[in-house]
């Protein structure tokens, strides 16, 4: 009986033994397949296979699912080569989009291939490739690095590769690159650029619509297109909706179904605007809020194949992606006062705008770095190191300032009541308090905290006043409040503080002020209780750099024969960066100490007489 009972006792747990012996190997072989992939993907790995290459993955539109499987590989293995997405072609450097992360301690070089005969056929051989390290290589948002490379040399392509410096020689990293490659070159005065979500509606920033400055243009003749792969070329998805908005280079769109109800599902997409062409104006007619839907496989039929073949999409490198973590000031709220710019190589003038503004009250600083290579992450690195709450977001695209600010006022729309749109070389100065004997502490954030609860007051605008060299030839070593002293009689346009919330839907300004929601006014600041000191004429070396470019769109460089008799230029100064004579003694009609006073008896250290930002001008 007990012999009996054990047989069926043995009978009974045989096949869960196997199982669970089954099942223990099982583990032990992912834990090796496991341990062996993350070997692959090792930097320390000799050899790299072309095989396998993942790329960063992006989450999709519920119609757009992609493989899980790739998915899941491509959200645990970074690619083992720097897979170019995307090339600008600017007037002075190639710009790559990356979708690996770069480290910036690593060597890169451009790999530059020879042109075959003046065509577009290239010669990939390792005699005909050539090597020059990249000027620059910067984050730019949570799917892409940037890497600005030199132009092509003559009878060399414009698609431009990168290589890490440590890596085989050109001969061996040929076939590595020409399995991961996109032939795609954009220019950058003809492609969409830049794109944000506003609440149902996609917000996208875009070049060579020729749209009139300064002015909304008609949005029913543009479309954008959601989607991923590369829809110019029939591959992937794409989802076509209306404009609801259009001014200078801002589209503004409604979003796909799917996107609109789970934001989140945006993330990685592709968004461009297309121009309706005029066939589909003669037959115009209500579009839906997905209007078209292509793919690479199959045309819809009837109204959608309609749609879609009529569209002309414009080049396109905008993703829409997750903006960072909203910072909130202390006690939680927004912050009373932001101040955001745009800049290009200014470096050395930030810490005193900054630490100068910020005892007057601003809380928060939005830098819009315009290709700068003067060392400027530094300087903000070593000023938030101080507790001065500074970003800096790479903005790469030349002349969009205007197109910057409305989507810098887009960022700082969450975190800031009122943002200050004016540029490192303006600083607010108070007459009547300087002159009535009060420290004026905070006094720029008070001011404007009196209208955040105003139902009509959107907009605080106050005068500039130019200065001149001041008879300097060299740079103040105090500062430029300091060294600046004499002006211009008359102001020069004014710069504005808004509240982000109450902004046309268009976004339209014009750098100096912006369009406000219908029921809202803006407010002219009297000189004697606020002005703007504007060092624009400084020493001519400092002046000179502005002969490189002008940040603004609708503002031509100084050396193009436009306009020569603009506010925005130095008057008599010609197309030449050539200094004028007596430069040093120009635009001085008014000594005006006012400011300099103010900082030398409220910022000066009583026993070496030095200010706070003076160190790091003499460095």
């Not at 770069?102 to 005969?117: G, H, R």
Request: hydrophobic residues 35%.
């Amino acid at each position: 009986m007990d012999s009996e009972q054990r047989r069926k006792r043995k009978r009974v747990y045989r096949p869960y033994s196997r199982a669970q012996y089954l099942s223990g190997r099982s583990v032990i072989l992912c834990l090796c397949f496991l341990v062996f992939l993350l070997f692959l993907s090792s930097d320390r790995l000799p050899i790299r296979p072309v095989s396998f290459k993942p790329v960063l993955s992006v989450s999709s539109l519920s119609l757009l699912s992609s493989n899980s499987i790739q998915d899941s590989f491509r959200l645990t293995f970074k690619s083992f080569t720097l897979k170019i997405e995307e090339r600008v072609l600017f007037p002075d450097h190639l710009l790559l989009m990356v979708s690996n992360k770069v480290d910036q301690t690593e060597s890169l070089d451009c790999v530059y291939y020879k042109l075959l005969n003046d065509s577009a056929t290239r010669i990939e051989e390792a005699a005909d490739v050539r090597m020059q390290p990249v000027f620059s290589v910067d984050e730019y948002d949570e799917f892409r690095w940037i890497a600005r490379c030199p132009l092509p040399p003559v009878n060399y392509s414009a698609v431009v590769d990168l290589r890490l410096r440590r890596d085989a020689p050109a001969e061996n990293y040929l076939s590595l690159m020409n399995n991961n490659r996109t032939e795609t070159v954009h220019f950058w005065d003809k492609m969409a650029y830049a794109a944000v979500l506003d609440g149902k509606t996609a917000v996208v920033f875009v070049k060579g619509l020729n749209l009139r400055p300064h002015r909304e243009s008609d949005h029913t003749l543009f479309r954008c297109q959601f989607g991923l792969g590369h829809w110019e070329k029939d591959e992937g998805f794409a989802f076509v909706t209306e404009a609801v908005a259009a001014a200078q280079e801002v589209v503004r769109c409604l979003l796909p179904r799917s996107i609109s109800k789970n934001p989140n599902k945006a993330k990685g997409i592709r968004v461009a605007v297309v121009n309706v062409n005029d066939k589909a104006l003669d037959d115009r007619k209500p579009v839906t809020s997905v209007a078209g839907i292509r793919n690479s496989r199959y045309h819809i039929q009837g109204k959608n194949q309609r749609l879609s073949r009529d569209y002309v999409s414009m080049p396109s490198v905008a993703r829409i992606h997750n903006s960072k973590s909203h910072k909130q000031r202390k006690g939680g709220g927004k912050f009373e006062l932001c101040v955001c710019t745009m800049l290009w190589n200014q470096a050395s003038l930030i810490r005193e705008w900054i630490m100068y503004h910020a005892w007057l009250g601003v809380e928060r600083w939005f830098i819009y770095d315009n290709n700068s290579d003067d060392g400027i992450q530094k300087v903000i690195e070593e000023l938030n190191l101080e507790n001065y709450n500074v970003s800096r977001h790479n903005w790469p695209w030349i002349k969009t300032q205007e197109a910057g600010f409305s989507h810098c006022a887009l960022t700082a729309r969450n975190e800031c009541k009122w943002v200050g749109f004016f540029d490192v070389d303006e600083f607010f100065y108070f007459p009547r308090d300087h002159r009535l004997g009060l420290l004026g502490e905070n006094s720029l954030r008070s001011l404007v905290a009196n209208f955040s609860s105003s139902k009509t007051v959107a907009e605080i605008r106050t005068s500039c006043h130019s200065f001149g060299p001041s008879g300097l030839s060299s740079h103040p070593a105090q500062g430029v409040t300091v060294g600046y002293t004499c002006r211009l009689q008359s102001p020069e346009r004014h710069k504005s503080i808004v509240r982000p919330d109450l902004l046309n839907s268009s976004l339209l300004n014009v750098v100096h002020h912006f369009r406000l929601k219908a029921g809202y006014r803006y407010l002219n600041m009297p000189e004697n209780i606020a002005v703007i000191n504007h060092y624009k004429y400084q020493v001519w070396e400092t002046f000179r750099a502005k002969f490189f470019r002008r940040v603004a769109t609708y503002v031509v460089d100084w050396q193009e024969n436009q306009n020569t008799g603009s506010k925005d230029r130095a008057p008599g100064l010609g197309t030449e960066a050539i200094e004028p004579p007596n430069w040093r003694l120009q635009f001085c009609e008014v000594w005006d100490t006012g400011l300099r006073d103010f900082v030398l008896s409220t910022f000066a250290d009583p026993a070496t007489e030095s200010l706070p930002w003076e160190r790091h001008l003499r460095a």
